[in-house]
C-alpha cells in the first residue's frame, strides 16, 4: 500500500499559469479532501469529494477546481495561479462510514510557491 | 459556525519536562470528533487520536494522555517527560460531520520545540 500519494512534491509557478496537483490513493477510500497550510492558520479546506463524481467546496474554495472521475483519483487544478496561493497542500483520505476507523490520512503535501 | 483555537503559538520546554498543549473549540453540534494531529520538521501529518463528543473518557497512550472535557469544550494534550523526538507543530482538529472525519476544522497549530 502507497497510502496517499502526492505529485509534485515542490513547484514554482508564475502568475497566472495553470497546474494540476495529483493526489491518488491506494486503500479504496471513498472520502478524499484537498487542504491548504499557511502560517500561523492551520489547514483548511479547499474541496472534498464523497464518491466518484461527488465534488463540493470547502472553506477556501474560489481560484481551485476539482474532479473525480475515479475512487483513486483527486486532482486539483489551478486555473490561474497568484501569489496568495503559494502554500503547502495536502490530499487527505478516509474511509466510508460501515467501513471502519474514520481517520483521515494524509499525503505528504506538496510545496507550491506563485511569483 | 465550527471553530478550533490553541492559544499557545509556541512552547518550549526542556527534555523531561511534562508539557500541556492547549485547545479549545466551538461547535453547536451535539454530535462531532475532535483530532489531535502531530506535523514533524519533515512535514508530513501524523495522526495521534480521534475522540467523538459521547466519548469523555480520557485516554492514555505512553507518555501522550488527552484530557476532553465537555463543559469546558477543552481537549487538551499532554507529553510526559518529555523528549526532543517530540519537537514538531501539533495540531487540535474539530469534525462535525456524522460520518467521522470528512471535513476537518484546524486549530492554528502550536509548535513544540524539546530542549536537550
Known amino acids: 500500500n502507497a497510502g496517499v500519494t502526492q505529485t509534485p512534491k515542490f513547484q514554482v509557478l508564475k502568475t497566472g499559469q495553470s497546474m494540476t496537483l495529483q493526489c491518488a490513493q491506494d486503500m479504496n477510500h471513498e472520502y478524499m479532501s484537498w487542504y491548504r497550510q499557511d502560517p500561523g492558520m492551520g489547514l483548511r479546506l479547499i474541496h472534498y469529494s464523497v464518491g466518484a463524481g461527488i465534488t463540493d467546496q470547502g472553506e477556501v474554495p474560489n481560484g481551485y477546481n476539482v474532479s473525480r472521475s475515479t475512487t483513486e483519483d483527486f486532482p486539483l487544478r489551478l486555473l490561474s495561479a497568484a501569489p496568495s496561493q503559494t502554500s503547502v497542500y495536502f490530499c487527505a483520505s478516509s474511509y466510508s462510514p460501515g467501513q471502519g476507523y474514520n481517520e483521515q490520512f494524509f499525503g505528504p503535501g506538496t510545496r507550491l510557491t506563485v511569483l | 459556525a465550527q471553530k478550533v483555537t490553541q492559544a499557545q503559538t509556541e512552547i518550549s520546554v526542556v527534555e523531561k519536562e511534562d508539557v500541556t498543549l492547549d485547545c479549545v473549540y466551538e461547535?453547536?453540534?451535539?454530535?462531532?470528533?475532535l483530532f489531535w494531529y502531530k506535523q514533524p520538521p519533515s512535514g508530513e501529518l501524523v495522526f495521534l487520536i480521534r475522540r467523538n463528543s459521547f466519548d469523555e473518557q480520557n485516554e492514555i497512550s505512553g507518555r501522550y494522555s488527552w484530557n476532553f472535557q465537555k463543559s469546558t469544550s477543552s481537549f487538551n494534550f499532554t507529553i510526559t517527560a518529555s523528549q526532543v523526538v517530540d519537537s514538531a507543530v501539533y495540531f487540535c482538529a474539530l469534525s462535525t460531520d456524522i460520518q467521522g472525519a470528512q471535513k476537518l476544522v484546524f486549530g492554528q497549530g502550536t509548535r513544540l520545540t524539546i530542549n536537550p
Open positions: 461547535t453547536r453540534d451535539t454530535t462531532y470528533y
